[in-house]
């Protein structure tokens, strides 16, 4: 992608083009193919009456393999010829499914090459796994080839196969942001890719930078992200002119060392994916304007690094937000919550119909719900009933943790108005979303506090970025925003 900062070197502030698509990723089912293998999904207690419909000579191959139906499991059934006839993968049972999702994703690792037709499964189930087959396909070649699993799925029929692909799509740009490292995604690499989303669509841009970040009122991402040697910018992204308003926010650290309260060596290994909440709605922004969804886009992305250098801001500054309020620092390692501020006040201005902000903010919610939820914060039971039924349906688990208002003391450190970083290490999730609930405004309001990291391998999710709560969101909006 073309390196945007080299391309406008003078400018402070531009409308931004690109014809570099960001979506590299080709996660798509095979063209329907008659002579696809079929792939006859089994539950473990519905083996033996599939047995019974089945030819004496495949019923007697089956049993002699010992396939019971387990879950994971597979087995290749040959033809009189010698070639695969069909194929079996073990779909368990319900209690077995509860403590996972993407089963048959696994299945299509161990299936040797081809192309597959799913048998057995309902609409609902087919349209998981479908999505979950095209997620196992992902994998992060930039620097070193990779072998992608070399089963290939036909779209099974019901399933709204060009949703899914634009689904997959949307998670393998949000996948290879987070896993590209801070050399090669810093703000300027951050904001071309947003350029390019920004030209596939149509989509208008305009991005602050540097010191016009100070004279355009937005001082606090200015601070963070000022001892950096790649700049500090507000990122502004706008799409659709019908229907409801939506603004993303998204967090976009691109590297944390911490700042002056520097991190460990061994805290600071995973820090480029700190930018996870950008890459995260930057994933879910392809996704609505593929689909073409009847509303107002907006996406805002402060882009900094948290550097440390002579300028660095300090424990003890008081900085003063967009919107007037005042913020002791007292750990420049809380930066997320002071960009994210900045942003969420500028978007508060237009008083969208939703707003949603995305990021990387806490280690506080990984302990609380560890990396495979995504935890989340509203106060609109409107909006959590619709975003719960949403993330059950599409496989996209989140948990909803308190605005709990007694807790906004713990934020108010008498000498300003709020305090990045209270003392004494309680709740420190809610005092962060509490901190960011003080820069929305008027407009509905959604924190999502995310990993954007699998540190484990798992089915349709190997070890690396990931995204969070979008696919979930996604389902929802129809539904939160009346569409």
Same mark, same amino acid.
């Given at each position: 992608?073309?390196?945007?900062?080299?391309?406008?070197?003078?400018?402070?502030?531009?409308? %931004?083009?690109? #014809?570099?698509?960001?979506?590299?990723? #080709?996660? /798509?089912?095979?063209?329907?193919?008659?002579?696809?293998?079929?792939?006859?999904?089994?539950?473990?207690?519905?083996?033996?009456?599939?047995?019974?419909? $089945?030819?004496?000579?495949?019923?007697?191959?089956?049993?002699?393999?010992?396939?019971?139906?387990?879950?994971?499991?597979?087995?290749?059934v040959p033809g009189a010829d010698?070639?695969?006839?069909? @194929?079996?993968?073990?779909?368990?049972?319900?209690?077995?499914?509860?403590?996972?999702?993407?089963?048959?994703?696994?299945?299509?690792?161990?299936?040797?090459?081809?192309?597959?037709?799913?048998?057995?499964?309902?609409?609902?189930?087919?349209?998981? !796994?479908?999505?979950?087959?095209?997620?196992?396909?992902?994998?992060?070649?930039?620097?070193?080839? $990779?072998?992608?699993?070399?089963?290939?799925?036909? @779209?099974?029929?019901?399933?709204?196969?060009?949703?899914? !692909?634009?689904?997959? @799509?949307?998670?393998?740009?949000?996948?290879?942001?987070?896993?590209?490292?801070?050399?090669?995604?810093?703000? +300027?690499?951050?904001?071309?890719?947003?350029?390019?989303?920004?030209?596939?669509? =149509?989509?208008?841009?305009?991005?602050?930078?540097?010191?016009?970040?100070?004279? $355009?009122?937005?001082?606090?991402?200015?601070?963070?992200?000022?001892?950096? @040697?790649?700049?500090?910018?507000?990122?502004?992204?706008?799409? &659709?002119?019908?229907?409801?308003?939506? +603004?993303?926010? =998204?967090?976009?650290?691109?590297?944390?060392?911490?700042?002056?309260?520097?991190?460990?060596?061994?805290?600071?290994? *995973?820090?480029?994916?700190?930018?996870?909440?950008?890459?995260?709605?930057?994933? *879910?922004?392809?996704?609505?304007?593929?689909?073409?969804?009847?509303?107002?886009?907006?996406?805002?992305?402060?882009?900094? !690094?948290?550097?440390?250098?002579?300028?660095?801001?300090?424990?003890?500054?008081i900085l003063t937000a967009r919107?007037?309020?005042?913020?002791?620092?007292?750990?420049?390692?809380?930066?997320?919550?002071? %960009?994210?501020?900045?942003?969420?006040?500028?978007?508060?201005?237009?008083?969208?119909?939703?707003?949603?902000?995305?990021?990387?903010?806490?280690?506080?919610?990984?302990?609380? %719900?560890?990396?495979? *939820?995504?935890?989340?914060?509203?106060?609109? #039971?409107?909006?959590?009933?619709?975003?719960?039924?949403?993330?059950? $349906?599409?496989?996209?688990?989140?948990?909803?943790?308190?605005?709990?208002?007694?807790?906004?003391?713990?934020? !108010?450190?008498?000498?300003?108005?709020?305090?990045?970083?209270?003392?004494?290490?309680?709740?420190?999730?809610?005092?962060?979303?509490?901190?960011?609930?003080?820069?929305? &405004?008027?407009?509905?309001?959604?924190h999502f506090d995310i990993y954007?990291?699998?540190? /484990?391998?798992?089915?349709?999710?190997?070890?690396?970025?990931?995204?969070?709560?979008?696919?979930?969101?996604?389902?929802?909006?129809?539904?939160? *925003?009346?569409?």
């Amino acid at each position: 992608m073309d390196r945007l900062g080299d391309i406008y070197p003078s400018l402070k502030v531009c409308t %931004v083009t690109s #014809s570099n698509s960001p979506i590299a990723k #080709s996660l /798509t089912f095979a063209a329907t193919d008659a002579e696809a293998i079929p792939l006859h999904v089994i539950e473990s207690d519905a083996l033996d009456g599939w047995l019974e419909t $089945q030819p004496d000579r495949t019923a007697a191959w089956v049993r002699a393999a010992g396939f019971t139906g387990a879950l994971g499991s597979t087995l290749l059934v040959p033809g009189a010829d010698g070639n695969i006839a069909l @194929a079996l993968a073990g779909y368990g049972n319900d209690e077995a499914r509860r403590r996972g999702r993407f089963h048959l994703a696994a299945c299509a690792g161990a299936l040797p090459q081809g192309t597959y037709a799913l048998k057995g499964l309902d609409p609902a189930r087919a349209t998981e !796994e479908a999505l979950g087959w095209l997620l196992g396909g992902y994998s992060f070649d930039r620097y070193a080839s $990779q072998r992608p699993a070399n089963a290939r799925l036909v @779209a099974p029929e019901g399933v709204d196969a060009a949703r899914l !692909e634009i689904i997959a @799509a949307g998670e393998a740009l949000t996948r290879d942001l987070i896993n590209t490292p801070a050399g090669d995604m810093g703000p +300027t690499d951050l904001e071309a890719a947003c350029g390019a989303l920004a030209a596939e669509h =149509g989509a208008a841009m305009e991005v602050i930078r540097g010191e016009a970040l100070l004279t $355009q009122n937005f001082p606090m991402i200015h601070a963070v992200g000022r001892a950096a @040697a790649d700049g500090p910018r507000l990122i502004d992204m706008t799409w &659709g002119d019908t229907g409801p308003a939506l +603004t993303l926010v =998204g967090k976009g650290v691109c590297f944390d060392t911490g700042g002056l309260n520097l991190k460990p060596g061994a805290s600071m290994g *995973l820090m480029k994916k700190d930018m996870g909440g950008a890459a995260t709605v930057l994933g *879910l922004a392809h996704m609505i304007m593929a689909l073409g969804l009847r509303l107002r886009l907006r996406v805002l992305i402060p882009a900094v !690094e948290n550097a440390v250098s002579g300028n660095a801001f300090r424990p003890g500054d008081i900085l003063t937000a967009r919107n007037g309020k005042t913020v002791e620092i007292n750990n420049t390692d809380a930066e997320g919550r002071l %960009v994210l501020a900045d942003a969420l006040a500028l978007g508060a201005e237009a008083t969208p119909d939703l707003m949603v902000s995305m990021a990387t903010l806490t280690g506080a919610a990984r302990v609380a %719900v560890g990396p495979d *939820l995504a935890p989340y914060y509203a106060d609109d #039971s409107a909006l959590v009933g619709a975003l719960e039924e949403a993330a059950a $349906q599409v496989a996209d688990p989140v948990w909803r943790l308190p605005f709990h208002d007694p807790y906004e003391v713990m934020i !108010e450190p008498g000498i300003a108005d709020l305090d990045n970083a209270p003392k004494g290490g309680f709740a420190g999730s809610i005092t962060a979303a509490l901190f960011l609930r003080r820069f929305a &405004g008027d407009a509905k309001y959604m924190h999502f506090d995310i990993y954007g990291w699998n540190p /484990t391998a798992a089915p349709a999710r190997p070890k690396g970025g990931v995204g969070m709560g979008a696919r979930a969101l996604l389902e929802a909006l129809p539904r939160m *925003l009346a569409l």
